[in-house]
Every structure is written in C-alpha cells, then in structure tokens.
C-alpha cells in the first residue's frame, strides 16, 4: 500500500541553520514525489517535485529509492520559511498520498 | 485563469444538516480531488475524479457524496452533518501528460464547523 511518513510534527531551528524535513514512502512502483508548502492561512502549493530536479526558494529534495526517502533540504533557514510542508506521493489514478505535514519555525 | 475556487470560505452548520461545497476549476484538468485537513492528520482524500461522470473514494469517504457532471465542476455533498466533520476542506485538481503526473493546484479551503 501507498503511504508517505513523515516522522516531525514540529521542528525548530534558528535562522541561518540547516533545516532538513524527512520524509519516508511506500510504494510498489516508480514513485512520483512533491513537496507542498502551507503559509499561514493559505492554501496548499507545490513547492518542488522529484522529477524536475528543481530548486525552489533555496529548498532541494533527491530522492533516495534504496531508503525510499525525499527528504526536504536547506542549507541556511529563512523566517519566511516558517510554514506547514507535506511530503506527497502521486500513485495510480493520479490520487495523490499525503503525509502528515511538518510544522516549521525558523527562529530569529 | 482564476485557478481552483471553493466555495463557501466558511460555514457553521447543525448536526444532521445537509450542505453542498463547491468546487470548480477553470484549468480543464482532468482529475480532481476532495481532501480534509485536520490537525495532527495531514491532508486525507475523501473522493476523486479522474474524468467527467467518473468518481471514486478515497481514504475517508463515510457521510460524503459526489458528483462530476463537467470537467470544471466537483461539488463535494455532507449527507447529514456531523461534529466528526468539522474540519477544513480543500479542493485540488490536476492533469498528467504522456504519462507524467502534473502537481495539484489547490484551493482555498472551506472552513466547516458543525455543532
């Protein structure tokens, strides 16, 4: 079966420090994968997805298929950056497996 | 292109009360979903559509109706409403091409408290 873990409800780190958000999946076949980013009050939005390979706002995702992990990096956190982020999953029919979410602060 | 729209932003009802949220996009997506977000349990899917008069449950389907009569239209249906359905609903549609599965482009949620 399907399914995206992502292990942090809440994670702190100061502004300027590493941040890395983890995210584990399950799934049979060639996995599609994104990370979606909540701003306070707002709606949901990509923010980048494995197979472009992309970097977004600073952030990086590889995914590992030998730990079947797409862990969120980035290498000096923002206070803007302080938001809600879902690891997902794209599987057959186009439904799309959440994870659990990660609350990030970035503190001054 | 206004994207994906909900309709209401908010909305108190009773327990046992029936209502309709409505979603709609403008983007010509083929697939569309219905998920809700509740603290601590990420973002659900209640019911998707991968195509005009073809529907499917997701993980969480108990109390919900749906219906996808046009490629723009998705209205997600709370038979009777209960206080477990409190939560915020949100609306996501998407497309795949030549095989390669596009993102989500969401909404902006419905509040729904029922009491």
């Known amino acids: 079966a399907q399914r995206v873990t992502q292990p942090e409800k809440l994670l702190s780190v100061f502004k300027g420090a590493p941040v890395e958000l983890k995210c584990n999946y399950s799934?049979?076949?060639?996995?599609?994968l994104f990370w979606y980013v909540q701003y306070s009050r707002q709606r949901l939005q990509l923010l980048l997805r494995?197979?472009s390979r992309e970097s977004i706002k600073g952030f990086t995702a590889d995914l590992n298929k030998g730990e079947t992990s797409f862990h969120l990096k980035k290498p000096f956190a923002q206070e803007e950056d302080s938001a809600m982020y879902y690891c997902?999953?794209?599987?057959?029919?186009?439904?799309?497996?959440f994870g659990t979410g990660t609350s990030l602060t970035v503190i001054p | 292109n206004a994207g994906v729209t909900q309709t209401p932003k908010f909305q108190v009802l009773k327990t046992g009360q029936s209502m309709t949220l409505q979603c709609a996009q403008d983007?010509?997506?083929?697939?569309m979903s219905w998920y809700r977000q509740d603290p601590g349990m990420g973002l659900r899917l209640i019911h998707y559509?991968?195509?005009?008069?073809?529907?499917d449950q997701g993980e969480v389907p108990n109390g919900y109706n749906v219906s996808r009569s046009t490629t723009e239209d998705f209205p997600l249906r709370l038979l009777s409403a209960a206080p477990s359905q409190t939560s915020v609903y949100f609306c996501?549609?998407?497309?795949?091409?030549?095989?390669?599965?596009?993102?989500?482009?969401f909404g902006p949620g419905t509040r729904l408290t029922v009491t």
């Open positions: 799934y049979s076949g060639s996995p599609e």
């Open positions: 494995h197979i």
């Open positions: 983007m010509n997506h083929e697939y």
């Open positions: 996501a549609s998407s497309y795949s091409s030549s095989g390669t599965k596009y993102e989500q482009y």
């Open positions: 997902a999953l794209s599987g057959p029919g186009n439904q799309f497996y």
């Open positions: 559509s991968v195509g005009a008069g073809i529907t």
